[in-house]
């Protein structure tokens, strides 16, 4: 089955910094790449997301790049402010398959003021 | 629209009790999903659905059974409760189908077994 591998687990900028968030995936049918953003007693929401066809996708200060080759794949997050702080999960999934995200362990990221 | 819905939110247990969590969307998803996110660990997965009247087992699916008896609804059920079974569970649903297929989350129900 896919394992999806996450770093860093805790990642802690100052505002204004970039930070990035690696993942990788095990299983090259895998096509989907979502990035999950949790605050803190809430739940997990999208914010972007890539697919195999594509190697990179940007909205606002938030990017996703993708390298197939690698089988890896980074969320980009620049300008970083407090409110960014949150844990952040990767995912993998074979759309037109069994639609079964398998998830990294989470990043959890602390933004100084 | 409701999107994804949990109750209860919050459930305390004593060991040997039994309870159900019931999620529903109305979003009219094929896929629904239950996990369970324990500190360090992510989500992982219980149990899943792809239609209506369909279960199968995910990562972790001992001690829990399941059932889709309609399209809205997805049934997690705790026969035994455990300590080891204190978590946050969260449901999720998704289209199966076309190229929009994000997980769409409920609020979550936090569990506590004594």
């Known amino acids: 089955g896919e394992n999806v591998e996450q770093h860093p687990s805790t990642l802690s900028v100052q505002e204004g910094d970039s930070a990035v968030i690696k993942c990788t995936y095990s299983d090259s049918a895998s096509n989907y790449f979502p990035w999950y953003k949790q605050e803190l007693g809430k739940r997990p929401q999208l914010i972007i997301d890539?697919?195999?066809?594509?190697g990179e996708k940007k909205d606002q200060r938030i990017a996703v790049t993708l390298n197939k080759t690698a089988k890896h794949f980074s969320l980009h997050i620049t300008e970083t402010q407090p409110e960014d702080s949150a844990v952040y999960f990767c995912a993998a999934t074979l759309e037109g398959g069994s639609y079964i995200p398998t998830f990294g362990r989470g990043t959890s990221l602390i933004v100084h003021p | 629209n409701a999107g994804v819905t949990q109750t209860p939110k919050f459930r305390v247990l004593k060991t040997g009790q039994s309870m159900t969590l019931l999620c529903a969307q109305d979003m009219n998803h094929e896929y629904m999903y239950w996990y369970r996110q324990d500190p360090g660990m992510g989500l992982r997965l219980i149990h899943y659905s792809v239609g209506e009247g369909t279960t199968a087992k995910g990562e972790v699916p001992d001690g829990y059974n399941v059932s889709r008896l309609k399209k809205q609804n997805f049934l997690l059920g705790l026969e035994s409760a455990a300590p080891s079974q204190t978590s946050v569970y969260f449901c999720?649903?998704?289209?199966?189908?076309?190229?929009?297929?994000?997980?769409?989350f409920g609020p979550g129900t936090r569990l506590t077994v004594l």
């Open positions: 999720a649903s998704t289209p199966g189908q076309g190229s929009h297929n994000e997980q769409f």
């Open positions: 890539i697919r195999s066809n594509v």
